[in-house]
């Protein structure tokens, strides 16, 4: 009997209407078009306007797009993740909302929280359901409303953080495609260096906190940048190592779209040629939980079955982690 592997059968996308263009950020911060581009790759980022819409709303959108392009019933589904790090509610969760949304109405739901690597994870946890038996079909959504946690006053994160959606489908695969070796890390110091402190159960918001801008996300942009650079090139550079695969072998580096220098050496690090990576910052910026699966989807067309996916990404918390896939579609 074949072993089952977990592997990605459909993609679905969703990124809000509103452009935010480096050229409108001059007006706000101080900063410019050329500063921007240089220091982080980013010409524009997508920004969910509408009054009282949140997460949730990005991550039906993603799931619905890849339900009409697959023509899957939604009765079908067995578990709904919606991977994000901006949920709607305390309490109530996104997923369990995007699940009845989407007509999953057999499916169980839960939010997976991992900051930029929530994706990476939920990717890892769906696997497993998978590859148990368990269940068949499985959406796991990354979305992120990071606009609701920006201040706009910040050039430090105005310019970085957009809002954007997509959803994958992962299904049991008996043809050795799918998911084939994973290398997940964590180190808790990282939460001093970027986080959103208010809001949670350590510091509830107040007036005083509100008046200082402190509900807003912080970030030690040089502390982050350096450790993003060395653990994303380096768990890319080990599931290498693991699965002896030379440069040769990897048809696409799939990395977490935060700064394209970043993005640049992890592609140096394994000695990638630069074609060979998927890139979309300068159009929606760091979309945290989402910016993985929008790769997949605006590449989508590109993508030839048994093709070899190197997946990269690193988070607040710190989170980090590399997946080796084989395309199955």
């Known amino acids: 009997m074949s072993k089952i592997t977990a592997a990605i059968t459909a993609v ?7 452009v935010l263009t480096n050229k409108m950020l001059e007006a706000v911060v101080n900063t410019s078009d050329e500063w921007i581009t240089s220091r982080t790759g980013i010409k524009e980022r997508r920004i969910l306007k509408e009054e009282g819409k949140g997460t949730s709303f990005l991550a039906i959108k993603a799931a619905q797009n890849l339900i009409d392009k697959k023509g899957l019933d939604p009765k079908d589904i067995d578990l709904v993740i919606v991977a994000t790090a901006t949920q709607d509610m305390k309490a109530a969760t996104t997923a369990a909302y995007t699940a009845t949304s989407i007509g999953a109405v057999n499916a169980f739901s839960y939010d997976l929280g991992a900051a930029c690597s929530s994706f990476l994870f939920g990717l890892s946890t769906a696997a497993s359901y998978i590859e148990s038996g368990r269940y068949k079909k ?7 409303k990071n606009s609701s946690m920006i201040d706009p006053l910040d050039r430090a994160t105005c310019i970085i953080f957009g809002d954007g959606a997509g959803a994958v489908l992962i299904e049991p695969n008996s043809e050795g495609l799918g998911l084939q070796d994973e ?9 001093e260096y970027l986080r959103a402190e208010y809001g949670g159960s350590s510091n509830p918001i107040t007036k005083e906190a509100i008046e200082q801008r402190k509900q807003y996300i912080y970030q030690d942009g040089k502390t982050v940048f350096k450790n993003a650079v060395f653990n994303m090139a380096d768990v890319a550079s080990k599931i ?6 030379t440069k040769d072998d990897i048809t696409w580096l799939v990395p977490h779209q935060a700064n394209k220098r970043i993005i640049d050496a992890t592609a140096n690090r394994i000695e990638l040629d630069p074609n060979k990576v998927m890139l979309n910052i300068e159009k929606y910026g760091n979309t945290t939980s989402a910016t993985l699966p929008l790769l997949l989807s605006d590449y989508e067309s ?7 996916l190197i997946f990269a990404a690193f988070g607040g918390g710190f989170t980090w982690g590399s997946i080796y896939l084989k395309w199955a579609y």
Request: charged share 30%; net charge positive.
């Open 240 to 245: 290498l190592e693991r699965n002896q695969l």
């Open 138 to 144: 499985i959406v796991l959504i990354g979305a992120d």
């Open 302 to 308: 590109q993508l030839k079955k048994g093709d070899r």
């Open 12 to 18: 679905g996308a969703y990124v809000p209407e509103y």
């Open 183 to 191: 290398y997940l890390r964590s180190d808790g110091i990282g939460r």
